[in-house]
């Protein structure tokens, strides 16, 4: 079993920065692959961001402003988010898994509770 519990949500004005955190215990070594998908009210969750043996892949709407990072030795993930869009608010969830496929939700095996964002204008 693998716990996710996500950190750093909160309210920020468009064009600001937010940094979340997923820290990760238990059984960790099977978690190859890592993400971050969102969801906004009325919407399904979609990918944002994942990582896999150091490979990184973004969603088309957020290349060039959101960064994924993971640390092993700390089991830990990271989402830097820059130029926040109100487009950009939603629950975001941290997950973890063993398949290849990064931006689908049947890669991940685990997921946390999720931080919210909010984007005012």
């Known amino acids: 079993q693998v716990q996710l519990v996500e950190s750093g949500g909160g309210s920020v004005q468009a064009g600001g920065s937010l940094r979340l955190s997923c820290a990760a215990s238990g059984h960790t070594f099977g978690t190859a692959t890592m993400g971050w998908f969102r969801q906004a009210p009325g919407k399904e969750r979609e990918f944002v961001a994942g990582?896999?043996?150091?490979?990184?892949y973004y969603a088309d709407s957020v290349k060039g402003r959101f960064t994924i990072s993971r640390d092993n030795a700390k089991s830990t993930m990271s989402l830097q988010m820059n130029s926040l869009k109100p487009e950009d608010a939603a629950v975001y969830y941290c997950?973890?898994?063993?398949?290849?496929?990064?931006?689908?939700?049947?890669?991940?095996?685990?997921w946390g509770q999720g931080t919210k964002v909010t984007v005012f204008s």
């Open positions: 997950g973890a898994g063993r398949r290849v496929e990064v931006g689908t939700e049947s890669a991940y095996e685990y």
């Open positions: 990582i896999r043996w150091g490979n990184t």
